[in-house]
T-cell receptor, first 115, second 115 residues
Framework: AQSVTQLGSHVSVSEGALVLLRCNYS??????LFWYVQYPNQGLQLLLK??????LVKGINGFEAEFKKSETSFHLTKPSAHMSDAAEYFC?????????????FGSGTRLSIRP | EAGVTQFPSHSVIEKGQTVTLRCDPI?????LYWYRRVMGKEIKFLLH????????ESGMPNNRFLAERTGGTYSTLKVQPAELEDSGVYFC?????????????FGPGTRLTVT
């Protein structure tokens, strides 16, 4: 069965510092992987997705993630944090290789930015 | 293009009462999904419609939950009778298959509080 584990329910970084949000996955088939973001009082928004093309995936707002099969990881990074990045971030995996499959989410990581 | 909309944004009901949540997907999207996030937990899949048919309802917690999608357009999720553990945020998402990859577009969620 597919699952994801997010390490750290809360991460705090200074403005301008590197953002690193960790995610490890478990999948019985080559996975589709996602990062979603939820800003306060808003719905979930797709940041980026991995669908077995390039292993380094670039998303919106300067975020990127690298798929590492050997480590079963899909960590999210951003070189320089901005105050507007404060939000909750969810790593997720597709339930199957079907393009319309359900999504299985991690427990979320709340990112805080210190001025 | 209008996004996924959900109504109401917040509902407070007493234990034993009935509540109906509504989701309007993006126009033309055949796939509609319901997810739920109970306080402090991960977002969990409830069910998936393809047009008006239930494709996967493996995540529905029990028979107090009834989902419908009339005419393959909007969907409702009824909880009857509501219990305290039903409190949480209910998300709706929709998607339309495009090539082999897809994106689920999420609504802002309905926050349900059962007292």
């Amino acid at each position: 069965a597919q699952s994801v584990t997010q390490l750290g329910s809360h991460v705090s970084v200074s403005e301008g510092a590197l953002v690193l949000l960790r995610c490890n996955y478990s999948s019985s088939v080559p996975p589709y992987l996602f990062w979603y973001v939820q800003y306060p009082n808003q719905g979930l928004q797709l940041l980026l997705k991995y669908t077995s093309a390039a292993t380094l995936v670039k998303g919106i707002n300067g975020f990127e993630a690298e798929f590492k099969k050997s480590e079963t990881s899909f960590h999210l990074t951003k070189p320089s944090a901005h105050m507007s990045d404060a939000a909750e971030y969810f790593c997720a995996v597709s339930g199957s290789r079907s393009s319309a499959s359900k999504i299985i989410f991690g427990s979320g990581t709340r990112l805080s930015i210190r001025p | 293009e209008a996004g996924v909309t959900q109504f109401p944004s917040h509902s407070v009901i007493e234990k034993g009462q009935t509540v109906t949540l509504r989701c309007d997907p993006i126009s033309g999207h055949d796939n509609l999904y319901w997810y739920r996030r109970v306080m402090g937990k991960e977002i969990k899949f409830l069910l998936h419609f393809v047009k008006e048919s239930k494709q996967d309802e493996s995540g529905m917690p029990n028979n107090r939950f009834l989902a419908e999608r009339t005419g393959g357009t909007y969907s409702t999720l009824k909880v009857q009778p509501a219990e305290l553990e039903d409190s949480g945020v209910y998300f709706c998402a929709s998607s339309q298959e495009r090539d082999f990859a897809y994106e689920q577009y999420f609504g802002p969620g309905t926050r349900l509080t059962v007292t």
